[in-house]
Structure formats: structure tokens, C-alpha cells
């Protein structure tokens, strides 16, 4: 979840009502400005999106550069994308084709990767009570880690519902789509590794872990999953040690949890 | 890989992405999950992301043995840094590319 939005975004709509509250009084036949639900769901979507879409663009680049030089078509980068829709999935799944894993591997690492939006999904409900169930499968899929954290927050402020939520959603997917589509067509002009694209990856996992470390279980689990990680892909061959790391230290931290909160 | 391997791949992606996105905005509305799978789904995306970077930082992949000191891991640490101070995803891949491409020129 990354919180760096609020900033930005709150400081950008504020100079942005203004401005078209000067707008209104200026055009007599904007008779809708007096209606209490703002009909500007789309202006206010896409505003929420905005930041979602500046930081999906490079990362999105990288992907589609990768992605081109692991060998996929961009054809197959748009595919994915459109498909699959959750940038760190996709990550792995490229490195994972370009080390040679199957296709059931990818898509049970996928599954592991992924099920964190169980979580997201379950919190947004709360917000979406009572909208019909086809509006809500649609919805569904546009849950990231960066929609989820800007909607959550918009909600959390009131005046958000569900079509500006939809529309801040399917904007970044846009944005993701375009720019992984992108980066695979250029990725066929750029030489392989260059300007550290190859690091890209691991940076983006170490942004994301840090913003992951929200209190001392976290670090516990992180440091347990590193230990368990390494010996499991020493000692095993195959990728099962992403699955088979993750889950005995999410227990083991769950455990420690467990203890510290009984011994209080 | 042809058109029919990828649309196997990215179609099961797809929905292993989906259904977690989809079942509790679907059925759970209101009730919602038991604290303890709460706790535990919590902690999930910590341990994928230490457990996909362990053998990227600290092995040699190729011969598939321990390895401390690679470049990798030396640009992680002003990364996490970065990462740290500026909490910027985008930033932090930027910076940990540059650093990185700028380490391979000074190692070769």
C-alpha cells in the first residue's frame, strides 16, 4: 500500500475544485452544479488515478522490456496484462519463463503471489455493501495494491462511491496495459541488461517490502521467510521454496504473534 | 510457445488472480473473515517478497549455491534505503536500476 499518494492527490483536487467552482459561475446553463451528488464521477475518478497511472508507467516500461527479452511477443506482454492485470504476478511470471518453469508453477506462484488481494477485497466490501453482484464482479477486477490503497482512503473520507472508485480502477489498468504493451515494443531495440533493467525487479520487491514492514511480526516473518528461502532453494531443486518459505514463516510469525499476545 | 500455450498461462493467471479478487467482494459483503485467517493472510506478502528475493540477493543461481557480497546485494542496501525515506515505488525502481547499471560499469 503505498501512502505517498495522500499528498499529492489531496493538495492537486483542492486547487482543482476551486478552479471549477470559478468555472460554474462562469457558464449560467450548468444547472447540474447545484445537484447534491457531483456528476463529475469521471473528473474525480480519473484526478484519484492520476498518481496510480504516473507510477505504473515506468515500472510498466521495465515489465514490457523484460518481457520482450525473456522472448514473449508483444502481443503476449498486451495478453498478459489484459488478463492478468497485477503487476508483481506478471514480474515473476516473466522471470519464471525466462529460467524455464512450467506453466502450472507460474500460475500456483501467481495464486501464492495474489492472495493478499483476498484480504483487500474482504475491506472494500464494507464500502460496497448493497451494489448489485454484476457491478461487483467487474469491480473485482480492477483490485491492485495502489487501487485499493487510494479508494480505501477516499472511502474512509466520505464523499467517494462506487463509479469513482470503477473509474479510478480501470484508468490505471489502462495506464498498465498501454505501458507494458509499450516497453515489450521497445524492449526489441534495447540491448539486454542495459541501464540496469535487470535489477528492476528486484528493486521494485524491495520497495514493496519495505512498505510491507509495519511492525516487528513483520520484520520477524521477513527475516525467518529470507532464512527458510535460502536453505529450501539450496537444499530442494525446483521453485517450490517461494510457496514452501512463505507459508512456514507467515505461520511461524503468526505463531509468535500468537504467544506474545497469550504471555500479556 | 504459441498462441494457445500463452492464452493457457495467462488465462489460469488470470483467474487464480481474479477469484481471491472476486469471492469475498462477492459473498462476504458484511460478515467478515475469521481474525485468525486475517492475521495470517496479513503477513502473506512479507514472506513471498524475502522468500523471492532470498536467492537473488544471497546465492549464485546458476550453480545454485550460497554467495555472499554479489553486486545485488550491495545495491540493495542504498535501494532499501530509498525505498525507506522516500516510500516511492517508482523512485526506487529508477534508483535501483541506476545504481545497479552503474555498478556492472565500475565491475567490468
Redesign the interface.
Known sequence: M???FDIPYSTFDSFFTTHTEMDTTDNPLNSQASLPIAPSWFRDGALASWPIC??Y???GL?LGVLASQAG?PAW?VA??SI????GS?QF??VAMLAAGAS?WS???T?????????????A???H??GVR?LF??L???G?TDESFAVNMTRFRDGEWDRMRAITTNQLANLAWVVSTTCGALLGQFIPI????????L????????????HDR??IF??????A???LW??LI?GDS??IG???S???L??SL?RYREKRR | ?NFV??????????L???I???????Y???R??PQ?L??????????????????????DQSA???ELGKP?LL??IP??IF??K?????G???????????T?IFLT
Open positions: 503505498f501512502l505517498r504516473f507510477g508507467i515506468p515500472i521495465a514473449l503476449g495478453m498478459m488478463l492478468v492485470f497485477a504476478a515473476i511470471c506453466a507460474i500460475i500456483l501467481t495464486l501464492a503471489v495474489n492472495l493478499r488481494h483476498f484480504l483487500m477485497s474482504s472494500l466490501a464494507v460496497l455493501s453482484r461487483l464482479s469491480f473485482a477486477y483490485i541488461g542495459a541501464f540496469g533493467t535487470d535489477y528492476a528486484t528493486a521494485m520487491f524491495l520497495a514493496l517490502l519495505i512498505f510491507q514492514l511480526i513483520y516473518t521477513g527475516i525467518a521467510s529470507l527458510i528461502a535460502v532453494y539450496l531443486p521454496y517461494i518459505a512463505s507459508v514463516a507467515a505461520t510469525g503468526y504473534k | 510457445m500455450d500463452y492464452l493457457f498461462l495467462f488465462g489460469g493467471m488470470g487464480v488472480t481474479y481471491p479478487r472476486w469471492l469475498p467482494l462477492f462476504l459483503a458484511h467478515g473473515l485468525w486475517i492475521d495470517w493472510l496479513s503477513l502473506i506478502p512479507v514472506a513471498i517478497l524475502t522468500a523471492l528475493l532470498a536467492p537473488i540477493l544471497f546465492t545454485r549455491s550460497l545485488e545495491v540493495a535501494t532499501l525505498a525507506l522516500t516510500k516511492s515505488l517508482g526506487t525502481v529508477l534508483v535501483g536500476m541506476g545504481l545497479y547499471w552503474i556492472g
